[in-house]
């Protein structure tokens, strides 16, 4: 860093890249003397990011070859002396500005290798020796500007990895980021979660626009004018009728279903008029009792509608813009209109006609808690790209998806990107979450195989998986993921990792109902239950403390709510506990003298696992009703950077549960 001469408390970072603002700006250039020695330099445009500390100031290129060589300092200046130092061409007249600020690295050194030289006329040469020594001096001046133009391809890739005013994006720049940041609850959420003061969120005018006017504000950056209406028709023009009848297919479908709703909710009303009168006007016992039973049979039916009813309005506002599209015209003259909100469809096309990569990010994941889902890996592949196999974004644009609103994040004050300078953080990010058994088009860019190569990590070659499911256990076309801290936003179906046919979400609506069901589906989560003679917190307490049932039944009981230990109330404790180590954050939990049981991994713990989730799901109502909610979807538990697990004893106990709830 550099202190400012007119501002000692403001520091500027020494930078030696072009600012990316100053890409494409025709600099007036001067010549100009620095540490003793002529060169020529041009200045950047005025920058007034330090406005509110009333500086302005410009960065100093030095200039190699009519060309950028090396950002070397700026030049500083008071706002509101600004008109006294500009001359009749509106450039700065350097005479009147006090001397620049120069960047440390720069030294002689750096500087005579693109002094200005002068001709000296020390002798007289004869003509004959003048053609020789000329040509000397052209097959040198040939030989040099060869390697010049060597020199200069190095640097253009090198600019390609570091361009303008980014740092160098890896570890040793995470670590700073790092070491650097300040938690504050007044942050931009996606300070905190990236753990950098570096990134902001930028708002955009919304109104069914937002998707569209984030890429329109990240292209600007790049000298790129595009509005958004000319990003919705070149929209439109990639829709065809395959397409079209596709979305309208899926309107008319949950249309009918909540017509179809509403009658069946209208004679079950009416039935139950009936009921009621029947009941008053009946005297026989026997006849009264039928009618009860018949009258909760009409408002479970009802209550399961009107829930089943409230899903589909709910996904029928995704499609609402479908309403008076009846042709593939009525298709694109929508989509060109605001009425038509950008969805993974639009994204993905958009992605391949611009050639770019939105990496979105869930600031409602964020707010849920479910930090681990935050990036939005994405599972629709563009069809063409898809045909392709390849896909080579020329941009990458930051982005926070709220729900139903996107924002533009920036860094470093950059808009976009090229892939050396996404920052190191979500690289890693994308690697771990993206590539590893994820859909989406991150897997078929080249770049992101090449990173994952470098941190050495190797993917398997994909092989067509068969499902077996000899049990019936699940139905494959649905699949349900959770862990600890699932997003509850989400519909079923619709989280991360999850499918579901169309249509037949409604037939999960009373899972959806639940609060947290899916977090519920989870070990960690606290559901009391009574197992062995008893009391335990979770099922994790009892797994971990089967461990030490027979080689230590004292140890084992500390893992009970009987025994009011701090381990028996806290995951974390017990799971420290009953680990290899019996340590959390260095204090010894268990003496190293306990051990694990060895035949615990032998068989014991799936005896242990099947009987905590059958105690767990059948002595909580509100436990048994998320289980069997699940009907036959395939669950799976999310494991972070490895692949999600399948949940089989969970499924077990769930069938096990069916069988029970028919008899």
């Not at 000296?120 to 040198?140: A, M, V, Y």
């Not at 600031?363 to 196999?389: P, T």
């Not at 989400?490 to 899972?511: A, C, R, Y």
């Not at 403390?545 to 017990?574: C, G, H, R, W």
């Amino acid at each position: 860093m550099v202190k400012s001469i007119l501002k000692p408390s403001v520091n500027y970072p020494e930078l030696k890249t072009l600012d990316i603002d100053d890409k494409n700006y025709a600099a007036t250039q001067y010549e100009y003397n620095i540490l003793d020695t002529d060169v020529t330099i041009a200045l950047g445009q005025s920058k007034y990011t330090l406005i509110d500390e009333g500086l302005i100031f410009y960065p100093i290129y030095l200039i190699k070859n009519d060309k950028v060589y090396k950002q070397i300092g700026l030049f500083e200046i008071l706002e509101n002396e600004l008109p006294n130092v500009i001359d009749e061409d509106d450039d700065l007249d350097l005479d009147l500005i006090d001397k620049p600020l120069i960047f440390d690295f720069v030294d002689i050194e750096l500087l005579k290798n693109v002094e200005n030289k002068k001709v000296k006329d020390d002798s007289l040469i004869e003509t004959s020796e003048l053609k020789e020594k000329s040509q000397e001096i052209i097959d040198q001046e040939e030989s040099e500007e060869e390697e010049e133009e060597e020199e200069e391809e190095e640097e253009d890739k090198d600019e390609e990895e570091k361009q303008y005013d980014l740092p160098k994006q890896n570890t040793q720049q995470l670590e700073k980021e790092l070491t650097q940041f300040q938690s504050d609850k007044k942050n931009p959420w996606i300070q905190e979660y990236l753990k950098s003061n570096n990134f902001q969120i930028i708002d955009n005018e919304g109104g069914g626009d937002c998707l569209f006017a984030v890429i329109r504000d990240a292209l600007k950056s790049q000298d790129k004018h595009i509005t958004v209406t000319e990003l919705r028709n070149k929209l439109a023009d990639n829709v065809n009728e395959e397409l079209f009848k596709s979305y309208k297919e899926k309107y008319d479908m949950i249309l009918q279903s909540i017509q179809d709703g509403d009658i069946k909710m209208k004679q079950l009303t009416k039935l139950n008029n009936e009921l009621r009168d029947r009941l008053k006007q009946s005297k026989e016992r026997e006849e009264q009792k039928l009618v009860v039973e018949q009258a909760k049979s009409v408002s479970e039916s009802y209550k399961r509608l009107k829930s089943e009813n409230k899903i589909s309005r709910e996904i029928l506002t995704e499609f609402k813009f479908m309403k008076k599209v009846n042709n593939l015209q009525d298709f694109k003259k929508v989509i060109k209109s605001c009425e038509f909100w950008a969805d993974d469809w639009a994204i993905s096309t958009l992605e391949r006609i611009l050639n770019i990569k939105l990496i979105l990010f869930s600031s409602e994941s964020w707010k849920e808690g479910d930090s681990k889902n935050v990036l939005i890996c994405g599972h629709i592949i563009d069809e063409v790209m898809k045909e392709e196999g390849i896909f080579e974004p020329q941009y990458y644009i930051l982005a926070d998806y709220t729900g139903d609103h996107y924002k533009l994040i920036t860094y470093f004050n950059h808009d976009i990107f090229t892939f050396y300078q996404i920052p190191y953080k979500i690289k890693l990010l994308i690697s771990e979450n993206c590539l590893r058994g994820e859909s989406g088009a991150y897997k078929i860019i080249p770049q992101f195989k090449n990173f994952n190569s470098d941190l050495g990590i190797i993917e398997p070659e994909e092989v067509e998986v068969i499902e077996e499911d000899s049990n019936n256990l699940y139905d494959k076309d649905i699949v349900f993921q959770y862990y600890i801290k699932s997003n509850n936003k989400p519909l079923p179906g619709k989280g991360k990792g999850e499918t579901i046919p169309f249509g037949k979400v409604k037939d999960f609506s009373k899972l959806a109902e639940i609060s947290d069901w899916r977090k519920k589906l989870d070990n960690e989560f606290p559901s009391q239950f009574e197992l062995g003679g008893h009391k335990w917190y979770s099922v994790e307490h009892y797994i971990n403390a089967v461990k030490f049932k027979e080689s230590n039944p004292q140890f084992y009981m500390l893992f009970s709510l009987d025994s009011d230990s701090k381990i028996s109330k806290d995951i974390v404790l017990a799971k420290a506990a009953g680990s290899k180590t019996g340590k959390h954050k260095g204090e010894l939990l268990r003496s190293k003298d306990i051990k694990i049981d060895p035949l615990f991994f032998g068989g014991k713990h799936e005896e242990a696992l099947e009987n905590a989730l059958y105690a767990k799901f059948s002595q909580n109502e509100e436990m048994k009703s998320i289980l069997l909610y699940t009907d036959k979807a395939k669950l799976l538990h999310f494991q972070g950077t490895a692949p999600p697990k399948e949940s089989d004893m969970l499924m077990l106990v769930r069938s096990k549960l069916i069988k029970e709830f028919k008899k």
